[in-house]
């Protein structure tokens, strides 16, 4: 899989990937970059001096494996590197995760629910020259329904743990026809110590996927707001 985002504020990401199955499980490997344009210096007085760049980038290895027919794992090991002009910072963190469904059963939940769970970015902190700082620790939730065979339904919370803000997400996906599937979604900061808004974002994100044998492709357009736009471009196959 690989996609590319142009995000706010002349930044980009990047993402590619590749999964391969397994009889113990699937593992994975991905880079992950995100860059912006060259930012203009400054010294202590406000003066302009030569402009510089700035990016993160992680390297990770995954793997996942069924526990039973509904529940999986999985989990995240990531090699990270951060630079600001000649300055670099170095380490490591994990990611675990977990996903019940509940296709192949009857109980409490109906059929054609998913619930995951996960926790984001574990790991020590990181340097620059001598100043440390925490990775983004972040736990999430999300659940799925399958409403009928080409219509679904999702949420999501993500709570960042330093941070003390939560961002809540739906969406929802239909499939017209075969190949085509429609999504839109909305997503809402809510955080601070207060516990109230400090983000309104602008309208209603939305896209477009089309699926032709084994390849894909999307497209997802999503409002921040004052911030800008952000679109997002990916393609995935499948060998």
């Known amino acids: 899989i690989g996609q590319h985002t142009e995000w706010i504020g002349d930044m980009r990401h990047d993402f590619v990937a590749v999964a391969m199955p397994t009889s113990k499980g699937t593992v994975g490997a991905s880079i992950v970059y995100l860059s912006q344009s060259r930012i203009e210096g400054r010294d202590e ?3 302009k001096t030569s402009s510089f760049t700035a990016y993160d980038a992680a390297a990770t290895i995954s ?21 600001i002009a000649d300055e670099t910072a170095m380490g490591m963190g994990m990611d675990l995760g977990i996903l019940y469904n ?4 009857f109980g409490m939940l109906p059929q054609g629910m998913s619930l995951g769970m996960t926790v984001q970015n574990l ?22 329904y399958k409403v009928c065979d080409f219509a679904g339904l999702a949420m999501d919370i993500k709570r960042k743990i330093y941070e003390k803000k939560t ?28 516990g109230i808004s400090v983000s309104e974002l602008k309208g209603i994100g939305g896209g477009v996927g089309f699926k032709v044998l084994n390849f894909s492709t999307d497209y997802a357009f999503t ?17």
């Open 167 to 194: 961002e809540i997400s739906f969406g929802t996906e239909y499939n017209p026809v075969i190949p085509m599937s429609l999504r839109v979604g909305y997503m809402k900061y809510i955080g601070g110590e207060s």
């Open 102 to 105: 509940t296709e192949s059963v």
């Open 45 to 47: 007085d406000r003066r």
């Open 123 to 144: 790991g020590p902190q990181m340097r620059f020259i001598s100043e440390g700082y925490n990775l983004p620790l972040t736990a999430c939730m999300g659940i799925g």
């Open 63 to 83: 793997y996942s494996m069924s526990l039973n027919r509904d529940l999986k794992f999985g989990s995240n090991v990531k090699i990270i590197e951060q630079k």
């Open 223 to 239: 409002p921040y707001g004052d911030l800008g736009n952000a679109h997002l471009i990916s393609f995935s196959s499948k060998f």
